[in-house]
């Protein structure tokens, strides 16, 4: 059964700080990753996806990475900002033609002013 | 752009009674999917349909089921409720499921909060 662990499970940064958030998933023989934002009490807003066959994405002041092999992905986030603050869900979707993301249990990211 | 539309958005029912859930995926998706969030907790996956059909499982109770119509609407219809069925539910929806065609990416509506008394 695939599980993702998100590290760490809390930060708070200084404004215009970079920063690295970590994903880790035991099974990988996932079809996708995918990076969502969630603020308090609200839906999920998606962030990046990459395929299983891609190595990174970048969207704006986010990079996404992705190493299968090792089970590992990052969202790195450039200059942060306080609007940043949210909490951040990594989910992976299995192969083999099975549905259900599997989420870690998010990283809760606080942008000191 | 049009999102995923959940309705209602906020529901509350007392323990034992029914309660249902609409979700109108985004324009052209052909897979729907319905989730679980629990206070502090991650979304779990419950079910989805691909084409109006289930597609897969996960870890809904029997006391719920759900469908998807001929518009592509989902309707997650829960009965016999009890407290712990208190959550935010959402739903998603992707053109494409579980590899077949499309990228997979998921697109979330706002979710539709049930509060059981």
């Known amino acids: 059964k695939q599980e993702v662990t998100q590290i760490p499970a809390a930060l708070s940064v200084p404004e215009g700080e970079n920063l690295v958030l970590n994903c880790s998933f035991t099974d990988s023989a996932i079809y996708n990753l995918q990076w969502f934002r969630q603020d308090p009490g609200k839906g999920l807003t998606s962030l990046l996806l990459i395929q299983s066959s891609q190595r990174e994405q970048t969207s704006g002041r986010l990079n996404a990475s992705l190493d299968k092999s090792s089970g590992r992905s990052t969202l790195y986030i450039a200059a942060s900002q306080p609007g940043d603050s949210a909490t951040y869900l990594c989910?992976?979707?299995?192969?083999?033609?099975?549905?259900?993301?599997?989420f870690g249990k998010g990283t809760h990211l606080i942008i000191q002013p | 752009a049009a999102g995923v539309i959940q309705s209602p958005r906020h529901l509350i029912k007392e323990k034992r009674e029914t309660a249902t859930l609409k979700c109108y995926p985004i324009?052209?998706?052909?897979?729907v999917y319905w989730y679980q969030q629990g206070p502090g907790q991650d979304p779990q996956f419950l079910i989805s349909?691909?084409?109006?059909?289930?597609?897969d499982k996960g870890s809904i109770p029997d006391r719920f089921s759900a469908q998807q119509f001929s518009d592509y609407h989902s309707e997650l219809n829960m009965s016999s409720l009890e407290l712990g069925d208190s959550a935010l539910y959402f739903c998603a929806s992707s053109l494409g499921s579980g590899g077949l065609a499309g990228t997979g990416e998921l697109f979330f509506g706002e979710g539709s909060r049930l509060t059981v008394l």
């Open positions: 324009p052209r998706h052909d897979t």
């Open positions: 349909f691909y084409e109006k059909m289930q597609s």
């Open positions: 989910a992976a979707e299995p192969g083999g033609g099975a549905d259900g993301l599997t």
